[in-house]
Protein backbone atom coordinates (compact mmCIF):
# COMPACT_ATOMS: atom_id res chain seq x y z
CA UNK A 1 0.00 0.00 0.00
CA UNK A 2 1.19 3.31 -0.91
CA UNK A 3 -0.18 6.55 0.30
CA UNK A 4 -0.56 9.15 -2.10
CA UNK A 5 -1.48 12.01 -0.34
CA UNK A 6 -3.33 14.18 1.12
CA UNK A 7 -4.23 17.10 -1.43
CA UNK A 8 -6.94 18.68 0.58
CA UNK A 9 -5.87 18.73 4.36
CA UNK A 10 -9.05 20.84 5.41
CA UNK A 11 -11.74 17.93 4.09
CA UNK A 12 -13.10 16.25 6.71
CA UNK A 13 -14.60 13.47 4.51
CA UNK A 14 -13.57 11.64 0.93
CA UNK A 15 -16.36 10.23 -0.53
CA UNK A 16 -14.94 9.10 -4.07
CA UNK A 17 -12.75 8.10 -6.08
CA UNK A 18 -11.96 6.87 -9.87
CA UNK A 19 -9.47 6.15 -12.16
CA UNK A 20 -7.94 5.85 -15.45
CA UNK A 21 -4.39 3.91 -16.99
CA UNK A 22 -3.05 7.99 -16.27
CA UNK A 23 -5.26 9.45 -13.55
CA UNK A 24 -6.93 9.23 -10.04
CA UNK A 25 -9.73 10.91 -9.30
CA UNK A 26 -10.38 12.23 -6.20
CA UNK A 27 -13.17 14.06 -4.59
CA UNK A 28 -13.62 15.01 -0.60
CA UNK A 29 -15.81 17.73 1.08
CA UNK A 30 -17.31 18.01 4.68
CA UNK A 31 -21.06 16.48 4.58
CA UNK A 32 -19.93 15.61 8.36
CA UNK A 33 -18.33 18.49 10.73
CA UNK A 34 -18.75 21.33 8.48
CA UNK A 35 -18.14 25.23 8.96
CA UNK A 36 -15.76 26.98 10.17
CA UNK A 37 -12.49 26.28 8.23
CA UNK A 38 -13.81 22.64 6.72
CA UNK A 39 -13.77 23.12 2.78
CA UNK A 40 -15.67 22.71 0.93
CA UNK A 41 -16.40 20.38 -2.50
CA UNK A 42 -12.99 19.64 -3.60
CA UNK A 43 -12.05 17.42 -7.08
CA UNK A 44 -8.34 16.37 -7.87
CA UNK A 45 -6.73 14.82 -10.48
CA UNK A 46 -3.25 12.91 -9.48
CA UNK A 47 -1.23 11.80 -12.58
CA UNK A 48 0.01 8.42 -12.05
CA UNK A 49 3.29 9.32 -13.72
CA UNK A 50 4.45 12.87 -12.30
CA UNK A 51 2.72 11.67 -8.86
CA UNK A 52 1.30 15.92 -8.53
CA UNK A 53 -2.46 16.61 -7.57
CA UNK A 54 -3.65 19.15 -9.75
CA UNK A 55 -7.12 20.65 -8.69
CA UNK A 56 -10.08 20.41 -11.61
CA UNK A 57 -13.14 20.97 -9.73
CA UNK A 58 -16.08 22.79 -11.62
CA UNK A 59 -16.54 26.57 -10.61
CA UNK A 60 -20.04 26.54 -10.14
CA UNK A 61 -19.07 23.22 -7.73
CA UNK A 62 -17.01 24.96 -5.20
CA UNK A 63 -19.54 26.27 -2.63
CA UNK A 64 -21.05 22.61 -2.60
CA UNK A 65 -20.52 20.85 0.57
CA UNK A 66 -18.38 17.78 -0.72
CA UNK A 67 -18.02 15.78 -3.78
CA UNK A 68 -20.32 12.73 -3.49
CA UNK A 69 -19.67 10.23 -6.59
CA UNK A 70 -16.82 10.11 -9.14
CA UNK A 71 -17.40 7.77 -11.95
CA UNK A 72 -15.92 7.05 -16.00
CA UNK A 73 -17.45 6.28 -18.71
CA UNK A 74 -17.02 6.83 -22.51
CA UNK A 75 -14.04 9.11 -21.80
CA UNK A 76 -16.01 11.45 -19.06
CA UNK A 77 -15.23 11.90 -16.00
CA UNK A 78 -18.69 12.01 -14.62
CA UNK A 79 -19.48 14.22 -10.55
CA UNK A 80 -22.00 14.55 -8.45
CA UNK A 81 -21.97 16.87 -5.34
CA UNK A 82 -23.71 17.30 -2.11
CA UNK A 83 -25.89 20.22 -1.96
CA UNK A 84 -26.25 22.34 0.95
CA UNK A 85 -27.62 25.52 0.55
CA UNK A 86 -28.06 24.78 -3.21
CA UNK A 87 -29.15 21.64 -4.60
CA UNK A 88 -26.55 19.20 -5.81
CA UNK A 89 -25.11 19.13 -9.55
CA UNK A 90 -23.49 16.75 -11.74
CA UNK A 91 -21.12 17.77 -13.98
CA UNK A 92 -19.36 15.45 -17.06
CA UNK A 93 -15.85 16.26 -17.60
CA UNK A 94 -13.95 15.51 -20.56
CA UNK A 95 -11.09 13.60 -19.80
CA UNK A 96 -8.57 14.73 -22.66
CA UNK A 97 -9.59 18.49 -21.62
CA UNK A 98 -10.62 19.13 -18.18
CA UNK A 99 -11.55 22.70 -18.68
CA UNK A 100 -14.55 21.14 -21.09
CA UNK A 101 -17.44 20.19 -18.65
CA UNK A 102 -20.76 20.55 -18.38
CA UNK A 103 -22.72 21.45 -14.91
CA UNK A 104 -26.24 21.34 -14.70
CA UNK A 105 -28.06 21.63 -11.33
CA UNK A 106 -30.82 18.98 -10.30
CA UNK A 107 -33.62 19.81 -7.59
CA UNK A 108 -32.13 17.22 -5.01
CA UNK A 109 -29.33 17.51 -1.83
CA UNK A 110 -27.41 14.38 -3.01
CA UNK A 111 -26.30 12.36 -6.26
CA UNK A 112 -25.58 8.80 -5.91
CA UNK A 113 -23.89 6.10 -7.68
CA UNK A 114 -23.70 6.32 -11.74
CA UNK A 115 -25.12 3.73 -14.35
CA UNK A 116 -25.18 4.84 -18.17
CA UNK A 117 -25.99 3.74 -21.74
CA UNK A 118 -25.89 5.18 -24.81
CA UNK A 119 -28.47 8.14 -24.68
CA UNK A 120 -28.17 8.62 -21.06
CA UNK A 121 -26.23 8.98 -17.63
CA UNK A 122 -28.48 7.44 -14.89
CA UNK A 123 -28.22 8.48 -10.96
CA UNK A 124 -29.52 8.29 -7.71
CA UNK A 125 -30.97 10.91 -5.60
CA UNK A 126 -33.64 11.26 -2.68
CA UNK A 127 -36.11 11.97 -5.41
CA UNK A 128 -35.50 8.47 -7.25
CA UNK A 129 -33.59 7.87 -9.95
CA UNK A 130 -32.50 10.03 -12.38
CA UNK A 131 -31.35 10.90 -15.89
CA UNK A 132 -29.18 13.05 -17.82
CA UNK A 133 -29.62 13.78 -21.54
CA UNK A 134 -25.90 13.11 -23.19
CA UNK A 135 -27.94 14.58 -26.18
CA UNK A 136 -29.57 17.99 -25.20
CA UNK A 137 -27.81 17.84 -21.88
CA UNK A 138 -30.69 17.90 -19.30
CA UNK A 139 -32.21 16.08 -16.39
CA UNK A 140 -35.47 13.83 -15.97
CA UNK A 141 -37.36 11.43 -13.53
CA UNK A 142 -37.19 8.03 -14.66
CA UNK A 143 -40.79 7.06 -14.64
CA UNK A 144 -41.58 3.47 -13.63
CA UNK A 145 -44.73 1.76 -12.02
CA UNK A 146 -43.30 0.68 -9.43
CA UNK A 147 -42.74 1.38 -5.26
CA UNK A 148 -40.72 4.49 -3.62
CA UNK A 149 -37.37 3.44 -3.50
CA UNK A 150 -36.62 5.38 -0.71
CA UNK A 151 -33.00 5.13 -0.03
CA UNK A 152 -30.84 3.96 -2.92
CA UNK A 153 -27.47 2.34 -2.39
CA UNK A 154 -26.84 0.87 -5.66
CA UNK A 155 -27.81 1.55 -9.20
CA UNK A 156 -26.29 -0.44 -12.47
CA UNK A 157 -27.86 -0.96 -16.45
CA UNK A 158 -27.41 -3.87 -18.74
CA UNK A 159 -29.95 -4.79 -21.65
CA UNK A 160 -31.90 -1.84 -21.55
CA UNK A 161 -33.10 -2.09 -17.83
CA UNK A 162 -32.03 -0.52 -14.59
CA UNK A 163 -31.22 -2.84 -11.08
CA UNK A 164 -31.81 -0.23 -8.06
CA UNK A 165 -30.99 -1.44 -4.84
CA UNK A 166 -33.30 0.21 -2.33
CA UNK A 167 -32.69 0.99 1.63
CA UNK A 168 -36.10 -0.69 1.62
CA UNK A 169 -34.51 -4.06 1.55
CA UNK A 170 -35.26 -5.32 -1.98
CA UNK A 171 -34.28 -4.70 -5.70
CA UNK A 172 -36.02 -3.35 -8.70
CA UNK A 173 -35.33 -3.69 -12.26
CA UNK A 174 -36.47 -0.95 -13.72
CA UNK A 175 -37.82 -1.17 -17.70
CA UNK A 176 -36.61 2.12 -19.00
CA UNK A 177 -38.69 2.40 -22.20
CA UNK A 178 -41.73 -0.06 -21.07
CA UNK A 179 -41.57 2.23 -17.78
CA UNK A 180 -42.61 -0.77 -15.71
CA UNK A 181 -40.54 -2.73 -13.24
CA UNK A 182 -40.47 -6.10 -11.16
CA UNK A 183 -39.35 -5.88 -7.37
CA UNK A 184 -37.70 -8.78 -5.40
CA UNK A 185 -37.90 -8.42 -1.50
CA UNK A 186 -34.39 -9.35 -0.46
CA UNK A 187 -35.78 -11.04 2.73
CA UNK A 188 -38.28 -13.09 0.94
CA UNK A 189 -35.85 -14.33 -1.51
CA UNK A 190 -33.29 -15.52 1.33
CA UNK A 191 -30.89 -13.04 3.13
CA UNK A 192 -30.50 -13.15 6.59
CA UNK A 193 -32.52 -10.43 8.58
CA UNK A 194 -31.85 -9.01 11.83
CA UNK A 195 -32.36 -6.42 14.17
CA UNK A 196 -31.83 -2.62 13.35
CA UNK A 197 -30.19 -0.44 16.21
CA UNK A 198 -33.08 1.89 17.29
CA UNK A 199 -33.40 5.35 16.88
CA UNK A 200 -36.47 7.47 17.97
CA UNK A 201 -38.87 6.09 20.62
CA UNK A 202 -42.59 7.49 21.02
CA UNK A 203 -45.87 5.71 22.65
CA UNK A 204 -49.37 6.94 22.37
CA UNK A 205 -53.14 6.09 20.62
CA UNK A 206 -52.41 2.27 21.54
CA UNK A 207 -49.12 2.15 19.76
CA UNK A 208 -45.20 2.61 20.41
CA UNK A 209 -43.18 3.53 17.37
CA UNK A 210 -39.13 3.22 17.15
CA UNK A 211 -37.19 4.34 14.42
CA UNK A 212 -34.45 3.00 11.76
CA UNK A 213 -32.71 3.26 9.09
CA UNK A 214 -35.60 3.27 6.11
CA UNK A 215 -38.16 2.06 8.56
CA UNK A 216 -40.24 2.70 11.68
CA UNK A 217 -41.50 -0.23 13.90
CA UNK A 218 -44.89 0.24 15.12
CA UNK A 219 -45.16 -2.19 18.24
CA UNK A 220 -49.44 -2.42 19.18
CA UNK A 221 -49.64 -2.21 22.96
CA UNK A 222 -52.65 -4.70 23.60
CA UNK A 223 -51.60 -7.73 20.91
CA UNK A 224 -48.19 -7.33 20.42
CA UNK A 225 -48.52 -6.89 16.78
CA UNK A 226 -45.23 -5.62 15.34
CA UNK A 227 -45.78 -4.03 11.74
CA UNK A 228 -42.79 -2.63 10.08
CA UNK A 229 -44.03 1.71 8.04
CA UNK A 230 -41.46 2.77 5.76
CA UNK A 231 -39.67 6.03 5.38
CA UNK A 232 -36.84 7.41 3.85
CA UNK A 233 -33.71 7.90 5.59
CA UNK A 234 -33.65 7.58 9.06
CA UNK A 235 -35.46 8.32 12.30
CA UNK A 236 -33.75 10.30 14.44
CA UNK A 237 -36.44 11.21 17.16
CA UNK A 238 -40.27 10.99 17.30
CA UNK A 239 -43.20 12.31 19.41
CA UNK A 240 -47.00 11.30 19.28
CA UNK A 241 -49.34 14.19 19.42
CA UNK A 242 -53.35 13.81 19.08
CA UNK A 243 -52.90 10.37 18.54
CA UNK A 244 -50.37 10.75 15.51
CA UNK A 245 -46.53 10.22 14.94
CA UNK A 246 -44.45 12.73 13.93
CA UNK A 247 -40.98 11.71 13.04
CA UNK A 248 -37.60 14.18 12.45
CA UNK A 249 -35.71 12.63 9.63
CA UNK A 250 -32.59 12.41 8.42
CA UNK A 251 -30.47 12.88 5.83
CA UNK A 252 -32.18 16.80 5.02
CA UNK A 253 -36.15 15.14 4.94
CA UNK A 254 -37.44 17.45 7.22
CA UNK A 255 -40.73 16.57 9.38
CA UNK A 256 -42.85 13.23 8.71
CA UNK A 257 -46.45 12.19 10.00
CA UNK A 258 -48.46 9.16 10.21
CA UNK A 259 -51.93 8.35 11.12
CA UNK A 260 -52.20 5.12 12.47
CA UNK A 261 -56.20 5.55 11.42
CA UNK A 262 -55.45 5.71 7.98
CA UNK A 263 -54.03 2.93 5.93
CA UNK A 264 -51.04 4.67 4.15
CA UNK A 265 -47.44 4.72 4.97
CA UNK A 266 -45.83 8.25 6.69
CA UNK A 267 -45.84 10.85 4.86
CA UNK A 268 -43.54 14.33 4.60
CA UNK A 269 -45.50 16.96 6.75
CA UNK A 270 -43.00 19.63 6.52
CA UNK A 271 -39.69 20.19 4.58
CA UNK A 272 -36.66 22.76 5.91
CA UNK A 273 -33.53 24.33 4.04
CA UNK A 274 -31.54 21.12 3.20
CA UNK A 275 -28.31 22.35 4.72
CA UNK A 276 -30.29 22.04 8.27
CA UNK A 277 -30.31 18.50 7.57
CA UNK A 278 -29.82 16.47 11.19
CA UNK A 279 -32.97 16.37 13.22
CA UNK A 280 -31.45 15.47 16.97
CA UNK A 281 -34.31 15.71 19.14
CA UNK A 282 -38.24 16.74 19.69
CA UNK A 283 -40.74 18.32 21.85
CA UNK A 284 -44.24 19.17 22.25
CA UNK A 285 -45.26 22.35 22.99
CA UNK A 286 -48.50 22.09 24.19
CA UNK A 287 -49.15 25.64 25.24
CA UNK A 288 -48.13 26.72 21.85
CA UNK A 289 -49.68 24.20 19.92
CA UNK A 290 -45.91 23.62 18.21
CA UNK A 291 -43.78 20.87 17.57
CA UNK A 292 -40.20 21.85 18.20
CA UNK A 293 -36.92 20.30 17.03
CA UNK A 294 -33.50 20.36 17.74
CA UNK A 295 -31.48 20.48 14.59
CA UNK A 296 -27.65 19.92 13.77
CA UNK A 297 -26.50 21.34 10.54
CA UNK A 298 -23.68 18.78 9.23
CA UNK A 299 -22.43 21.12 6.30
CA UNK A 300 -22.12 24.51 7.40
CA UNK A 301 -21.81 24.15 10.68
CA UNK A 302 -24.32 25.72 13.65
CA UNK A 303 -27.71 24.77 13.75
CA UNK A 304 -31.63 25.47 14.06
CA UNK A 305 -34.68 25.38 16.02
CA UNK A 306 -37.58 24.24 13.56
CA UNK A 307 -41.49 24.90 14.90
CA UNK A 308 -44.31 22.75 13.11
CA UNK A 309 -47.85 23.84 13.57
CA UNK A 310 -49.91 20.25 13.34
CA UNK A 311 -53.22 22.35 13.41
CA UNK A 312 -52.51 24.13 10.47
CA UNK A 313 -49.09 23.12 8.61
CA UNK A 314 -47.26 26.20 8.95
CA UNK A 315 -43.63 25.91 9.57
CA UNK A 316 -40.63 28.11 10.56
CA UNK A 317 -37.09 27.01 10.38
CA UNK A 318 -34.63 29.76 13.44
CA UNK A 319 -30.77 28.92 11.68
CA UNK A 320 -28.32 29.09 14.92
CA UNK A 321 -30.80 30.71 17.71
CA UNK A 322 -27.32 29.76 19.89
CA UNK A 323 -24.35 30.95 17.93
CA UNK A 324 -23.03 30.42 14.53
CA UNK A 325 -21.24 26.81 15.52
CA UNK A 326 -23.10 25.33 17.92
CA UNK A 327 -25.61 23.23 16.92
CA UNK A 328 -29.15 22.24 19.07
CA UNK A 329 -28.22 19.37 20.15
CA UNK A 330 -31.48 19.19 23.08
CA UNK A 331 -34.70 20.77 23.18
CA UNK A 332 -37.34 21.25 26.36
CA UNK A 333 -40.25 23.42 26.63
CA UNK A 334 -42.25 24.85 29.79
CA UNK A 335 -45.43 27.04 29.86
CA UNK A 336 -45.10 28.22 26.27
CA UNK A 337 -40.71 28.74 26.31
CA UNK A 338 -38.55 26.64 25.10
CA UNK A 339 -34.80 25.66 26.24
CA UNK A 340 -32.33 24.85 24.08
CA UNK A 341 -29.20 23.19 24.58
CA UNK A 342 -25.49 23.66 22.78
CA UNK A 343 -22.92 21.24 21.36
CA UNK A 344 -20.22 21.95 19.10
CA UNK A 345 -18.86 19.33 16.31
CA UNK A 346 -15.55 20.51 16.08
CA UNK A 347 -13.06 20.62 19.05
CA UNK A 348 -12.47 24.49 20.06
CA UNK A 349 -15.46 27.40 20.35
CA UNK A 350 -18.52 27.12 22.73
CA UNK A 351 -20.52 24.78 23.85
CA UNK A 352 -22.92 24.08 26.62
CA UNK A 353 -24.79 27.43 26.18
CA UNK A 354 -28.63 27.22 27.32
CA UNK A 355 -31.01 29.41 25.25
CA UNK A 356 -34.85 30.31 26.37
CA UNK A 357 -36.41 31.15 23.28
CA UNK A 358 -40.09 32.26 22.17
CA UNK A 359 -41.22 29.50 19.44
CA UNK A 360 -43.82 31.62 18.19
CA UNK A 361 -41.38 33.82 16.86
CA UNK A 362 -37.82 32.74 17.77
CA UNK A 363 -37.02 35.41 20.12
CA UNK A 364 -34.42 34.21 22.38
CA UNK A 365 -35.60 35.73 26.14
CA UNK A 366 -32.39 34.94 28.00
CA UNK A 367 -29.29 32.69 27.96
CA UNK A 368 -27.10 30.98 30.46
CA UNK A 369 -23.30 30.13 29.99
CA UNK A 370 -23.39 26.66 32.23
CA UNK A 371 -19.57 26.88 31.76
CA UNK A 372 -19.82 22.26 31.03
CA UNK A 373 -16.72 21.07 29.49
CA UNK A 374 -18.37 19.54 27.26
CA UNK A 375 -21.74 20.11 25.19
CA UNK A 376 -25.29 19.78 25.86
CA UNK A 377 -26.50 15.67 25.83
CA UNK A 378 -30.30 16.59 26.99
CA UNK A 379 -31.88 18.55 28.75
CA UNK A 380 -35.80 18.29 31.21
CA UNK A 381 -37.82 20.05 32.52
CA UNK A 382 -39.41 19.30 35.77
CA UNK A 383 -41.06 22.61 38.29
CA UNK A 384 -39.17 25.26 38.34
CA UNK A 385 -36.07 23.75 37.35
CA UNK A 386 -34.46 22.73 34.43
CA UNK A 387 -32.01 20.13 34.00
CA UNK A 388 -29.15 19.31 31.53
CA UNK A 389 -26.43 16.91 30.89
CA UNK A 390 -23.47 16.75 29.06
CA UNK A 391 -21.70 14.39 26.79
CA UNK A 392 -18.68 13.64 29.84
CA UNK A 393 -21.21 12.96 32.04
CA UNK A 394 -21.93 16.56 33.64
CA UNK A 395 -24.92 17.64 35.51
CA UNK A 396 -26.26 20.82 36.09
CA UNK A 397 -29.55 22.53 36.94
CA UNK A 398 -30.98 25.81 35.72
CA UNK A 399 -33.31 27.68 38.11
CA UNK A 400 -35.55 29.20 35.31
CA UNK A 401 -36.89 31.73 37.42
CA UNK A 402 -33.59 33.03 38.34
CA UNK A 403 -31.92 32.08 35.44
CA UNK A 404 -28.46 30.16 36.87
CA UNK A 405 -27.11 27.76 37.80
CA UNK A 406 -27.91 26.19 41.04
CA UNK A 407 -26.81 22.97 40.96
CA UNK A 408 -23.63 20.39 39.28
CA UNK A 409 -22.54 17.37 39.97
CA UNK A 410 -20.56 14.60 38.48
CA UNK A 411 -23.18 11.97 37.09
CA UNK A 412 -20.36 9.73 34.52
CA UNK A 413 -20.78 6.91 36.55
CA UNK A 414 -24.37 6.29 34.89
CA UNK A 415 -24.27 8.83 31.69
CA UNK A 416 -21.26 9.43 29.23
CA UNK A 417 -21.55 10.26 25.79
CA UNK A 418 -25.22 10.99 24.15
CA UNK A 419 -28.00 10.72 26.30
CA UNK A 420 -31.71 11.53 26.53
CA UNK A 421 -33.84 12.39 29.39
CA UNK A 422 -37.96 12.75 30.07
CA UNK A 423 -40.45 13.57 32.88
CA UNK A 424 -42.37 11.22 34.35
CA UNK A 425 -44.33 10.61 37.60
CA UNK A 426 -42.66 14.25 38.99
CA UNK A 427 -39.48 13.15 38.65
CA UNK A 428 -36.70 13.24 35.56
CA UNK A 429 -35.67 10.18 34.12
CA UNK A 430 -32.64 9.89 31.76
CA UNK A 431 -30.83 7.03 29.91
CA UNK A 432 -27.61 6.68 28.59
CA UNK A 433 -25.90 3.77 26.30
CA UNK A 434 -25.65 1.51 29.52
CA UNK A 435 -28.20 2.68 32.36
CA UNK A 436 -31.76 4.09 32.95
CA UNK A 437 -31.74 6.42 35.98
CA UNK A 438 -33.97 8.72 38.04
CA UNK A 439 -32.94 12.24 39.16
CA UNK A 440 -34.53 13.61 42.81
CA UNK A 441 -36.57 16.39 42.23
CA UNK A 442 -35.19 18.40 45.37
CA UNK A 443 -31.54 16.58 46.55
CA UNK A 444 -30.39 15.83 41.96
CA UNK A 445 -29.28 12.69 43.90
CA UNK A 446 -29.35 9.71 41.02
CA UNK A 447 -30.75 6.46 41.59
CA UNK A 448 -30.51 4.00 39.29
CA UNK A 449 -33.64 2.21 37.71
CA UNK A 450 -31.97 0.05 35.08
CA UNK A 451 -27.89 -1.00 35.71
CA UNK A 452 -26.71 -2.32 32.16
CA UNK A 453 -29.99 -1.34 29.90
CA UNK A 454 -27.09 -1.23 27.42
CA UNK A 455 -29.59 -0.19 24.30
CA UNK A 456 -28.49 -1.10 20.94
CA UNK A 457 -28.70 2.39 19.57
CA UNK A 458 -27.35 3.52 16.42
CA UNK A 459 -26.92 7.17 17.25
CA UNK A 460 -27.63 8.05 21.08
CA UNK A 461 -29.97 6.40 23.24
CA UNK A 462 -33.47 7.61 23.78
CA UNK A 463 -36.45 7.50 26.35
CA UNK A 464 -40.51 8.39 25.66
CA UNK A 465 -43.20 8.27 28.69
CA UNK A 466 -46.78 7.38 27.93
CA UNK A 467 -49.65 6.69 30.86
CA UNK A 468 -46.57 6.35 33.45
CA UNK A 469 -44.48 3.71 31.76
CA UNK A 470 -41.00 4.55 30.42
CA UNK A 471 -40.14 2.96 26.97
CA UNK A 472 -36.56 2.32 25.53
CA UNK A 473 -34.57 -0.35 24.72
CA UNK A 474 -32.80 -3.05 26.82
CA UNK A 475 -30.01 -4.71 23.92
CA UNK A 476 -32.02 -4.45 20.85
CA UNK A 477 -35.26 -5.06 23.03
CA UNK A 478 -38.19 -2.65 23.61
CA UNK A 479 -39.00 -2.82 26.80
CA UNK A 480 -41.97 -0.77 29.44
CA UNK A 481 -40.47 0.14 32.53
CA UNK A 482 -42.95 1.27 35.76
CA UNK A 483 -41.09 3.02 38.28
CA UNK A 484 -42.49 4.55 41.06
CA UNK A 485 -40.66 7.08 42.94
CA UNK A 486 -41.51 7.49 46.73
CA UNK A 487 -40.69 11.16 47.01
Known sequence: MTSLGAPDPKATLARAVAATDTTVFFGAGSVLA??????????????????????????????????????????KLIVGTSGGVDPAKLAVIDLADFSSCTV???????IKTFASDAERIYFASESGVNAYSKADRTISHVEFTGPDL????????????????????????????????VVTDLHEAGAEAGPQAGMGIAAGNGYVYLGGNGAISRRNLKTGEV?????????????????????????????????????????????????????????????????LVGVQSDTEGGGALWTYSPGTGKS??????IDDVQ??????????????????????????????????????????????????????????????????GGLFVIDVRARKVVH?????????????????????????????????????????????????????????????????????NLVAVDDRPSH
Not at 104 to 110: N, R
Not at 168 to 178: K, L, M, N, P, R
Open 34 to 75: GGGGASKASLFAFDRKSREFTSIVPKEMEKDPSLRELAVHDG
Open 104 to 110: VKTEGAV
Open 150 to 181: GEIWGLDHAEGRLAVVSGYGFVAEIDVSAKTS
Open 227 to 291: VNLQAPGEAKDAEVIEGALYTGQYNAQGIWRYDSSRRRQPQQAAKFPSEQNRPLDLSWDSDNKLL
Open 316 to 321: AAYVNP
Open 327 to 392: LVRAVANRDGVAYLGGDNAGKEGPRATVVAVDPAIGKELWRVDTKQSAGVAALAVQGRNLYGLTTK
Open 408 to 476: TADVSSVSKGFAAMVTNRGAVYGVSDTTLFRLHPKTFAVTTIVAGVNGAWYSGPHVNAHEGLLYTLRGC
